[in-house]
């Protein structure tokens, strides 16, 4: 596919998109991440960074939240690109929330339940 600009249609960096920027740097993927109360140490490799992420977050779920969040970011961008829509850190929020139900609904029972304990939390 060939498009006019390779740049993150999230953030208005001007910055081209790569896959680490548009799930940990952008100031997009950030705001997300700080509603989820994860943070990433951009000075360590990937895998260190999710590992470090992963110890400091301290719950089970942390694998589920961190690929739904992904996949909403991913979404966000596509919806952007292809649909000409726009999209916002609420939208995004409403997204989050409604495909993370569904992650509940074929999840294990100890996952789900604490997937919803955390989504009853979740602001």
Known sequence: MFLEDYSCVLCSANIEESSFHLFFQCPFSISCWNLLAISWNHNLDPLDMMLQARADFGSSIFRELVITACWIIWKCGNDIIFDIKSCN?????????????????????????????WCENFP
């Open 89 to 117: 850190i609420m939208s995004w929020k409403v997204a989050f929330k409604e495909e993370l139900g569904l992650v509940c609904i074929t999840s294990k029972q100890r996952i789900r339940d604490a997937l919803t304990s």
